[in-house]
């Protein structure tokens, strides 16, 4: 019976398949989370943190941070309309590019 260890790679960092999919026992279960710290591993509440941290600071958070919207109401959202406009804007100067 193989054994999760055996399932890595040379460099044993990432595994090849999971063993539940080779239908072998795991008996520790990872997952993309941390424990109480829910502004951290949530990537709404990340982003507002971090935009509301660089406002503080006087600074532009997308100096520091990919373009981000945060779109909560769908297409009549103002987030929305700051989005296209912006997805416009670089298709038109990526297109511009390829000319």
Not at 22 to 38: A, H, M, V, W
Not at 70 to 77: I, N
Request: one cysteine or more.
């Amino acid at each position: 019976m193989s054994t999760f260890r055996s399932l890595l790679t040379e460099k044993g960092s990432v595994p090849k398949a999971m063993p539940e999919q080779q239908g072998l026992q795991c008996p520790t279960k990872l997952y993309n989370k941390l424990e109480d710290n829910y502004h951290l591993s949530n990537k709404k509440a990340l982003f507002i943190n971090m935009k509301n941290y660089y406002e503080s600071l006087n600074e532009d958070s997308f100096n520091y941070l990919p373009v981000t919207f945060h779109v909560k109401t769908g297409l009549t959202d103002p987030e929305f309309l700051r989005f296209k406009t912006y997805y416009d804007t670089n298709i038109a100067e990526r297109n511009k590019k390829i000319a």
